[in-house]
């Protein structure tokens, strides 16, 4: 009974969440030397998909140094998001690009 | 283009032709700009092959081959804009400045080595991205002419002020000077 009520609360809990379900794609382009959008918010499994439409390569290098990602100029590059927080990113090759990834559980 | 080893723009641009600079500003034209911009890029080529065979520091080697994929990048764009514009890069007083103080400057570097050469070439490029990015902001894109021109500038320059704080990044990184080794 008691498992019973724990599940239904979970999937009360699922239906209840505005986001996107885990596992969806989430784009953010590299564009005049920025990220835009600068902060997203996604959820654990999901996977954000950097656009670079610069003519330079860049990275995507979270600040804990917990992921990265170099994509190059006309190039995608991809990275699952697999632990919950919030991460402040910057391009290594260009410290001025920063950014904001908040993952919610 | 003839090689153009390190320099400090800034000391190009700070010295007598800053001034002289400033007050060329309203003569400049488009392929005079265009001339210097290609010409400091060459510039900090010239800087990043020479820490590739000088120094043996990861970090600095890092930094060194970023700058020549960027400025070459950069230089590509314009070399195309130029070409599609149907216009000659014009050589001038201020261009020819650049190239000689960079010899200066080469020269200085190359007799450095180990530590030494990386603090003093790390501490030239955020002295170079400073001096180029201020030519750029205050001269270069203000007086250029046509729009596709001045939007590449305006990349390039957020491009080169990406380098500065990689640079500063980099000089924080190494170990303080102790002085020069020959």
Known sequence: ?105 | MSKLPVTLLGACLCLAPYGAMAQQAAKLTDPQIAHIAYTAGQIDIQAAELALKQSKNKEVKAFANDMVRDHKAVNEKALALVKKLNVKPEDNDTSRQLTQQAGAKRKELSTLKGAAFDKAYAQNEVAFHQQVNSALQNTLIPNASNGELKDLLSTGLKIFQGHEQHAEHLVQSLPARTGAVH
């Open chain 1, 1 to 105: 009974m008691c498992r019973l009520i724990i599940l239904a609360a979970v999937a009360l809990g699922m239906l209840a969440s505005p986001a996107s379900p885990a596992g969806t794609i989430r784009p953010i382009l590299m564009k005049d030397i920025a990220f835009a959008p600068k902060q997203v918010t996604v959820h654990v499994g999901d996977t954000l998909e950097w656009a670079n439409q610069d003519i330079v390569a860049h990275t995507a290098t979270a600040k804990d140094k917990s992921w990265e990602v170099n994509v190059l100029p006309g190039k995608n590059g991809r990275v699952v998001m697999k632990a919950a927080g919030t991460f402040d990113y910057i391009c290594r090759y260009h410290p001025n690009m920063t950014g904001e990834i908040i993952i919610e559980p």
